[in-house]
């Protein structure tokens, strides 16, 4: 179907979903995608924000240009140079929502690429106050396991609202799930290791809410 339409990949319809859902993006936002390759998050964001807006795509491989409305950056998001660029493009201003479907080379092996996923989302998020505005929304593709927990509960603390979403569009039987945050407070907290033994448990017990739809 995402050939049919002329989207660059299938994951095009996860970010249409969830955006009917969520009304993230809007005509005239200024978006950051990362993990942006081959680009049909690109493509969506484009067609949202229309020409008044801005959609800024980056990842490690090249990224063919989408639109007038889009500016792309092959650049690893953890180098300053990377975060420079983006900044460059975003002129003073911040995003209205920073998307990050992020996935690191696999290696096979679940628990390091749970790992190594979720760090890079952790790396996204030390960067959300540079990037993102107060107010401002994100979806964050996350791998279940372990250290999701840390991550939400990070998310939670930086966002009005959050929720755990599996749009159609993604595979039921891949272990990703998205995270969508909306409202956001202008800051993240550290990473933080562990938690309070309750905090730990409202954190699990929120986990297991997961929005199929
Ligand atoms: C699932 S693909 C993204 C698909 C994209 N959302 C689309 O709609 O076409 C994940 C991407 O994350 C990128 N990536 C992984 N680590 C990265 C990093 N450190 N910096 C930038 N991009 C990275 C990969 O190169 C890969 O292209």
């Given amino acids: ?26 005509r005239g936002s200024k978006v950051v995608d990362v993990g942006a390759a081959p680009g049909g998050w690109l493509q969506i964001a484009s067609e949202l924000v229309g020409v008044v807006g801005l959609v800024i795509g980056v990842d490690l491989d090249p990224i063919k240009n989408v639109s007038k ?8 998001i953890t180098d300053q140079n ?4 983006i900044l460059g493009e975003l002129a003073g201003d911040r995003a209205d929502c920073v998307l990050a479907d ?9 628990d390091i690429d749970h790992f190594k996923q ?27 396991g372990d250290e999701l927990r840390n991550l939400t509960s990070r998310m939670r603390k930086s966002f009005d609202r959050v929720e755990i979403s599996k749009p159609n569009a993604s595979r039921k039987e891949s272990s990703e799930v998205y995270i969508v945050g909306i409202g956001f407070s202008g800051q993240t907290p550290r990473q933080s290791i562990g938690g309070s033994e309750a905090e730990q448990q409202f954190e699990e017990h929120s986990d297991s809410v997961v929005s199929d739809w």
Wanted: charged share 25%; hydrophobic share 40%.
């Fill in 69 to 76: 409305n889009t500016r792309v950056i092959q650049g690893d």
């Fill in 102 to 110: 992020l996935s690191p080379k696999l290696s096979g092996i679940w």
């Fill in 118 to 144: 979720i760090d890079l989302c952790m790396k996204v998020m030390d960067l959300m106050p540079v990037m993102l505005k107060r107010g401002g929304s994100s979806v964050m593709k996350a791998f279940h």
């Fill in 82 to 85: 990377t975060l420079d660029k």
């Fill in 1 to 26: 179907m995402a050939k049919e339409r002329g989207y660059r990949s299938r994951a095009a319809f996860k970010l249409q979903q969830m955006n009917n859902k969520y009304h993230l993006i809007h």
